[in-house]
């Protein structure tokens, strides 16, 4: 199976930036569209940003103009820059993997990353 390894989490102060990586251990069809949940409150992991084997990227509107989603040339690799980052970032960050980038939800996924703690403090 497909593995995905995460890294990049911390605690950073409200204003500031991290870096998300994500790693597929392969690039196959089921990994064709990679991107980030989060897991905020709860169970459920909301959406955050996704890319397809394109390079085109999808954000929820609660990070877009501050958050960046990228993939590296092999497909097998992708970033998460957060900037200006807002004590509501707070929580768990998820990469996963898809065979397509529409319908992107949580029970949709092929593949999850092991999840990374973001915090950030005001």
């Known amino acids: 199976r497909v593995r995905l390894v995460e890294s990049g989490g911390g605690s950073v102060q409200a204003g500031g930036s991290l870096r998300l990586s994500c790693t597929a251990s392969?690039?196959?069809?089921?990994?064709?569209?990679m991107g980030w949940f989060r897991q905020v409150q709860g169970p459920a992991r909301e959406g955050v940003a996704r890319v397809w084997v394109d390079n085109s990227t999808t954000y929820a509107d609660s990070v877009k103009d501050r958050f960046t989603v990228s993939r590296d040339s092999a497909k097998t690799t992708v970033y998460l820059q957060m900037n200006s980052l807002k004590p509501e970032d707070t929580g768990t960050y998820y990469c996963?993997?898809?065979?397509?980038?529409?319908?992107?939800?949580?029970?949709?996924?092929?593949?999850w990353g092991q999840g990374t703690q973001v915090t950030v403090s005001a």
């Open positions: 996963a993997a898809a065979r397509w980038c529409t319908n992107w939800q949580s029970d949709s996924m092929n593949y």
């Open positions: 392969e690039y196959t069809y089921g990994t064709r569209c």
